[in-house]
């Protein structure tokens, strides 16, 4: 029986600027995806009878719509596969955090079961089908910091700097969907140059839901205040965590120790290539 166990790592948005939004309803974005060294573990195990077997549960997620499922379910249909997996998740990353750990997870699916089953698909066609599956899922699948636009999945390979980062999740558990309708979200930022972003600093190095999620959320007003004290600090998508970048991880664990009653800290460091795509070789 052949097993892959793989990590799911988060991402940070280190600037996010809406600029439109679609037709559909979808918003039009720009952003500075970094991947960072904090994961959930997923073990894979290939099944001949083609079942798709989740052994634990998320929970507040039925298993259909466990995006670990979907996304297999997903892999099969675009195959045509007879192969099944026996799916184990171990969740680290808080959902509804802004850290992407859902699509996260289902991009590790996607990849994973692509070797596992060997399918052949390239990356790009694999980023295409986890569309689908939400927004954030071609970056991760894509494996490398990035430069985005469209709805996040225009992808450009970035190298940026590889902090330590305070990453803080007040204890909230933000809709994406609701920031996104707020009738008071910027959202006609005026698009800049990837060559500009990536100078750094302000204004370009913010995060256009941030009004919207501090009126909505006191609790993250408040973590990035407290945050904000120590060092420029931001919110990750639409929160509900906020994380602020440090030069040495000395630093980095005194703060997060001194996080306390704002909620629950980590420390993770920056990357520029995902510990996936690491493991695999690919
Ligand atoms: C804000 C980011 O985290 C930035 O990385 C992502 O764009 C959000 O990606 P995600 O959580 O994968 O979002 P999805 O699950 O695709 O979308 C959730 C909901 O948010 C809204 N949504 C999401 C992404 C986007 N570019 N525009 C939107 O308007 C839509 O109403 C959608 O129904
Ligand atoms: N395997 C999974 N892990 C986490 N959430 C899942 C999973 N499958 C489905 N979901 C659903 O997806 C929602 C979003 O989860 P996720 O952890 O990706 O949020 P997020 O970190 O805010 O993402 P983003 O930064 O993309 O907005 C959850 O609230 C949950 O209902």
Same mark, same amino acid.
């Given at each position: 029986?052949?097993?892959?166990?793989?990590?799911?790592?988060?991402?940070?948005?280190?600037?996010?600027?809406?600029?439109?939004?679609?037709?559909?309803?979808?918003?039009?974005?720009?952003?500075?995806?970094?991947?960072?060294?904090?994961?959930?573990?997923?073990?894979?195990?290939?099944?001949?009878?083609?079942?798709?077997?989740?052994?634990?549960?998320?929970?507040?997620?039925?298993?259909?719509?466990?995006?670990?499922?979907?996304?297999?379910?997903?892999?099969?249909?675009?195959?045509?596969?007879?192969?099944?997996?026996?799916?184990?998740?171990?969740?680290?990353?808080?959902?509804?955090?802004?850290?992407?750990?859902?699509?996260?997870?289902?991009?590790?699916?996607?990849?994973?079961?692509?070797?596992?089953?060997?399918?052949?698909?390239?990356?790009?066609?694999?980023?295409?089908?986890?569309?689908?599956?939400?927004?954030?899922?071609?970056?991760?699948?894509?494996?490398?910091?990035?430069?985005?636009?469209?709805?996040?999945?225009?992808?450009?390979?970035?190298?940026?700097?590889?902090?330590?980062?305070?990453?803080?999740?007040?204890?909230?558990?933000?809709?994406?969907?609701?920031?996104?309708?707020?009738?008071?979200?910027?959202?006609?930022?005026?698009?800049?140059?990837?060559?500009?972003?990536?100078?750094?600093?302000?204004?370009?190095? +913010?995060?256009?839901?941030?009004?919207?999620?501090? +009126?909505?959320?006191?609790?993250?007003?408040?973590?990035?205040?407290?945050?904000?004290?120590?060092?420029?600090?931001?919110?990750?998508?639409?929160?509900?965590?906020?994380?602020?970048?440090?030069?040495?991880?000395?630093?980095?664990?005194?703060?997060?120790?001194?996080?306390?009653?704002?909620?629950?800290?980590?420390?993770? +460091?920056?990357?520029?290539?995902?510990?996936?795509?690491?493991?695999?070789?690919?």
């Amino acid at each position: 029986m052949t097993t892959l166990t793989l990590p799911a790592p988060a991402k940070l948005n280190r600037l996010l600027h809406i600029t439109g939004r679609r037709e559909d309803g979808y918003h039009t974005l720009q952003t500075l995806f970094q991947i960072v060294d904090l994961c959930d573990q997923l073990s894979l195990t290939a099944r001949e009878d083609g079942e798709i077997q989740l052994v634990n549960r998320v929970p507040g997620v039925a298993d259909d719509d466990n995006l670990i499922v979907r996304a297999a379910r997903l892999l099969q249909r675009a195959s045509g596969t007879r192969q099944g997996a026996t799916l184990a998740l171990d969740k680290s990353l808080p959902m509804g955090g802004g850290l992407g750990g859902g699509s996260s997870d289902a991009a590790t699916t996607l990849v994973g079961l692509n070797a596992l089953w060997q399918l052949g698909f390239s990356l790009e066609e694999l980023a295409a089908l986890g569309l689908s599956l939400g927004a954030d899922v071609p970056v991760f699948v894509h494996g490398h910091s990035a430069w985005a636009e469209g709805v996040g999945e225009q992808l450009t390979s970035v190298s940026l700097d590889t902090p330590w980062f305070v990453i803080v999740h007040p204890g909230v558990s933000v809709s994406t969907a609701a920031v996104f309708l707020d009738p008071q979200l910027t959202r006609d930022s005026r698009p800049i140059t990837m060559a500009r972003a990536l100078q750094g600093g302000a204004p370009e190095w +913010r995060n256009d839901c941030e009004a919207v999620v501090k +009126r909505r959320y006191p609790a993250i007003a408040e973590a990035l205040d407290w945050l904000s004290q120590h060092a420029p600090s931001r919110l990750t998508g639409t929160g509900a965590c906020v994380f602020a970048a440090f030069d040495d991880a000395q630093t980095a664990y005194a703060v997060a120790e001194a996080a306390g009653h704002h909620g629950h800290a980590w420390v993770a +460091r920056g990357l520029n290539t995902s510990p996936l795509h690491d493991a695999l070789g690919c």
